[in-house]
């Protein structure tokens, strides 16, 4: 069976996100204060061939830790569904 699977990597709270401060300045500049609190993070869709959803579910996870999220500086979240 084939599965999609969509991945949010995020930077952790704790570490600085230069990306995410420009643009929380940039929305003042362009009439926006009220947003505030930005994070830039990656946004990556994937398609596995596995013969259950926790299979791929299991493959998607391994494939987070080993080379899509960097652990020390990100943290990851994805769902699975039937493509």
Known sequence: MKFKAEIDVMPLDALLDPQGKAVTSSMKN?????????RIGRHIR??????SKSDAESK?????????A?????????TVEEA
Request: hydrophobic share 50%.
């Open 60 to 68: 998607v996870d391994e494939a987070c830790k080993k080379l899509l």
């Open 70 to 78: 960097n652990q020390i500086m990100e943290t990851y979240v994805f």
């Open 30 to 38: 362009i009439g926006l204060s009220m947003i505030e609190g930005v």
């Open 46 to 51: 994937l398609f596995v061939e596995a013969g």
